[in-house]
T-cell receptor, first 115, second 115 residues
Framework: AQTVTQSQPEMSVQEAETVTLSCTYD???????LFWYKQPPSRQMILVIR??????QNATENRFSVNFQKAAKSFSLKISDSQLGDAAMYFC????????????FGTGTRLQVTL | SAVISQKPSRDICQRGTSLTIQCQVD?????MFWYRQQPGQSLTLIAT?????????ESGFVIDKFPISRPNLTFSTLTVSNMSPEDSSIYLC????????????FGPGTRLTVL
């Protein structure tokens, strides 16, 4: 079974600064997908970024980028130019390829953004 | 991404009663899922809602407790039966589109409190 580990329960960053959230996972599969989701207090789960394991190039979405290290099974999220609206719980998630698309989530990292 | 709605957004129920949560999406989707998020916890998959057939439940979840229906490609319901305070959670539905089955998009969630 796959597992996803987020070792940072809480992180804090100053506005306009950069922060990196860590995620490691364990799988015996060679092809899979990794995701970062954001959950603000409104509780809506919002997709932040997605990475296909077969792609060596790290995914980027505006201020959000990942550092995907397949051999190390590491998938960290970098948030640049942090904004107050980035404050939320961030969940790392894994899914196998195929039609099931079941998501396995990490325990989450609460990000605080300070002035 | 799809537009997903859930009803109700929140409810307070008495133990021993049942609550049905609805999930509606604005376009046809291949996969629909139901997750539970207990207070301060991550998301756990309850089941995959299959159109026209019985749902596929994850370990620890049974049909008698969480009956699920999916009569068509845009609608599903989850019933939480014979509720106890331990069922107090956020329940979220998610969907994966026909043309992009590896990425799930989430509804806004239903916050359930059982007294």
């Amino acid at each position: 079974a796959q597992t996803v580990t987020q070792s940072q329960p809480e992180m804090s960053v100053q506005e306009a600064e950069t922060v990196t959230l860590s995620c490691t996972y364990d799988t015996s599969e060679s092809d899979y997908y990794l995701f970062w989701y954001k959950q603000p207090p409104s509780r809506q789960m919002i997709l932040v970024i997605r990475q296909e394991a077969y792609k060596q190039q790290n995914a980027t979405e505006n201020r959000f980028s990942v550092n995907f290290q397949k051999a190390a099974k590491s998938f960290s999220l970098k948030i640049s130019d942090s904004q107050l609206g980035d404050a939320a719980m961030y969940f790392c998630a894994f899914s196998n390829t195929g039609t099931a698309s079941k998501l396995t989530f990490g325990t989450g990292t609460r990000l605080q953004v300070t002035l | 991404s799809a537009v997903i709605s859930q009803k109700p957004s929140r409810d307070i129920c008495q133990r021993g009663t049942s609550l049905t949560i609805q999930c509606q999406v604005d376009s046809q989707v291949t996969m629909m899922f139901w997750y539970r998020q207990q207070p301060g916890q991550s998301l756990t998959l309850i089941a995959t809602a299959n159109q026209g057939s019985e749902a596929t439940y994850e370990s620890g979840f049974v049909i008698d407790k969480f009956p699920i229906s999916r009569p068509n490609l845009t609608f599903s319901t989850l019933t939480v039966s014979n509720m106890s305070p331990e069922d107090s959670s956020i329940y979220l539905c998610s969907v994966a589109r026909t043309d992009f089955t590896d990425t799930q998009y989430f509804g806004p969630g239903t916050r359930l409190t059982v007294l």
